[in-house]
């Protein structure tokens, strides 16, 4: 099954919240919302029960942003914990939802080595689901997004590598994010490939066109600004094409400017490419 959905209450929702975006996913007849915590984890769990009680009555799959103040490599100890402070709050929501995952950016390299850095991260990880299991928090996996600049933990290689290390943690793919980090280089088979070890069931996905500029490292490139996908940089179609050869399910989320409108573009796409909702 494939579940699209914008990032966050949709630009056309007259009602400005998470219960009004949720009406509107449904009335424009998409299936799946993620819940953005990006400035902060502000909802309470009895609002986060509401939430999971109206998307299950709509059929929309829910999931969910963690707040962008992340870094799970900080030396800096309070950093750190705050860090995993934020995830596990957002952890917290997503079970009371019914949320079946709480997507990260996990940190920056900064003056550790990519090696050390992986260590860290995936120390931070066991610790924090650790403690969801600790706190009864069941079925909501840590999601660790792919990055778009050098500077960031979070290529294709490392975030598979960790989730194949770690039960509990799940890749999230963002397509535009490995195309700016590529300087505008993807191979959609490729991808699929690489993943294919970690044997998912649902596929937690971003996508968005992305403008990009080149890194100081030749042949890399790092992410400027999100772009509505008629940019097609990333390019849709090809992807839309290798989705309906896979056997799991896939969650394709909006991160375009234009949102809910970009989520029915892709929908259209598939429905043109004989894919049925």
């Not at 990032?7 to 929702?13: K, R, V």
């Not at 490392?158 to 039960?167: K, P, Q, S």
């Amino acid at each position: 099954m494939i579940y699209l959905g914008p990032a966050g209450i949709p630009l056309s929702s007259r009602e400005r919240s998470t219960l009004g975006g949720l009406r509107r996913v449904a009335e424009l007849g998409l299936n799946a919302m993620e819940i953005e915590f990006v400035r902060g984890v502000a909802m309470s769990n009895e609002m986060a029960d509401e939430v999971g009680d109206l998307a299950k009555e709509l059929n929309i799959l829910l999931s969910v942003h963690c707040p962008y103040f992340i870094n799970l490599n900080s030396s800096d100890r309070k950093k750190l914990e705050a860090s995993k402070k934020r995830i596990l709050d957002s952890a917290e929501r997503a079970f009371h939802m019914g949320a079946h995952i709480v997507v990260f950016h996990p940190g920056y390299y900064g003056s550790k080595t990519p090696e050390a850095t992986f260590d860290s991260i995936m120390e931070a990880c066991e610790d924090m689901l650790d403690h969801m299991r600790s706190a009864g928090i069941k079925k909501v996996a840590l999601g660790l997004e792919t990055t778009g600049k050098v500077s960031q933990f979070g290529t294709l290689d490392e975030i598979v590598r960790l989730c194949g290390r770690v039960r509990g943690c799940e890749p999230v793919v963002d397509f535009a994010h490995l195309w700016a980090r590529n300087a505008g280089k993807i191979d959609y088979e490729e991808i699929f490939k690489k993943l294919s070890p970690l044997k998912l069931k649902l596929l937690h996905c971003h996508f968005t066109s992305m403008e990009w500029t080149p890194a100081k490292i030749d042949g890399y490139g790092n992410e400027k600004r999100h772009l509505p996908i008629e940019f097609d940089e990333p390019p849709f179609k090809p992807l839309a094409k290798r989705i309906l050869k896979q056997k799991m399910d896939v969650t394709l989320i909006s991160e375009s400017p234009v949102l809910e409108q970009d989520s029915l573009t892709m929908k259209k796409v598939f429905e043109e490419l004989g894919y049925r909702f």
